[in-house]
Antibody, heavy 120, light 106 residues
Framework: EVQLVESGGGLVQPGGSLRLSCTAS????????MTWVRQAPGKGLEWMAN????????YYMDSVKGRFTISRDNAENSVFLQMNSLRVEDTAVYYC?????????????WGQGTLVTVTP | DIQMTQSPSTLSASVGDRVTITCRASQNINSWLAWYQQKPGKAPQLLIF???SLQGGVPSRFSGSGSGTEFTLTISSLQPDDFATYYC?????????FGGGTKVEI
């Protein structure tokens, strides 16, 4: 069974940093693109970043470029999101997701999410 | 950036109704489109990928169609478990984007 478990969310002040982690199980992690998607309270889904199977390619949405960094450790079956210079508008539930099949950037399986709250 | 416009934003329906949700892309995305269902407090679940391929385990009352810039998600006979919010998602070009969502309610 595919499982994705996020951790690392919490309360942080504007300008602060957090590092989110997502640990995967139930599939060969190194065969899949991994993605972070967020959802602000009461709002829709927002694609943020993804990373290729071997970590050689990374893509970001404009508003987080230069502030957020996606990375992965295939030996540990984990993907990370380092978030710096956090803003109030970054408050959201952050989901990690796996490609719906090997080689696909489209997401198929999602974790349950971790809440990040940025407040003065 | 490719804008994904869903309509309607809210849809009132009854059990047994046939429901259609539309998603329009601002540029050609070929068939690089997925549909998700999300219930309150839960993660989204994949329904359809590549515009028309049903994800394993998803009931056959769900179907997707379209290519290029116009896509539809159809629920042939709405069931109580289907009251949720539905999102389309293009993965043709970066930045990847989602539609604004369609809430299906009673």
């Amino acid at each position: 069974e595919v499982q994705l478990v996020e951790s690392g969310g919490g309360l942080v002040q504007p300008g602060g940093s957090l590092r989110l982690s997502c640990t995967a199980s139930g599939f060969t992690f190194s065969n899949y693109w991994m993605t972070w998607v967020r959802q602000a309270p009461g709002k829709g889904l927002e694609w943020m970043a993804n990373i290729k199977e071997d970590g050689s390619k990374r893509y970001y949405m404009d508003s987080v470029k230069g502030r957020f960094t996606i990375s992965r450790d295939n030996a540990e079956n984990s993907v990370f999101l380092q978030m710096n210079s956090l803003r109030v508008e970054d408050t959201a539930v952050y989901y990690c997701a796996r490609g719906f099949r090997g080689g696909s950037v489209g997401t198929g399986y999602w974790g349950q999410g971790t809440l990040v709250t940025v407040t003065p | 950036d490719i804008q994904m416009t869903q309509s309607p934003s809210t849809l009132s329906a009854s059990v047994g109704d046939r429901v259609t949700i539309t998603c329009r892309a601002s540029q050609n995305i070929n068939s690089w489109l997925a549909w998700y269902q999300q219930k309150p407090g839960k993660a989204p679940q994949l329904l359809i990928f590549q515009a028309s391929s049903l994800q394993g385990g998803v009931p056959s009352r769900f179907s997707g169609s379209g290519s290029g810039t116009e896509f539809t998600l159809t629920i042939s006979s709405l069931q109580p478990d289907d009251f949720a919010t539905y999102y389309c998602h293009q993965f043709n070009s970066y930045p990847l984007t989602f539609g604004g969502g369609t809430k299906v309610e009673i």
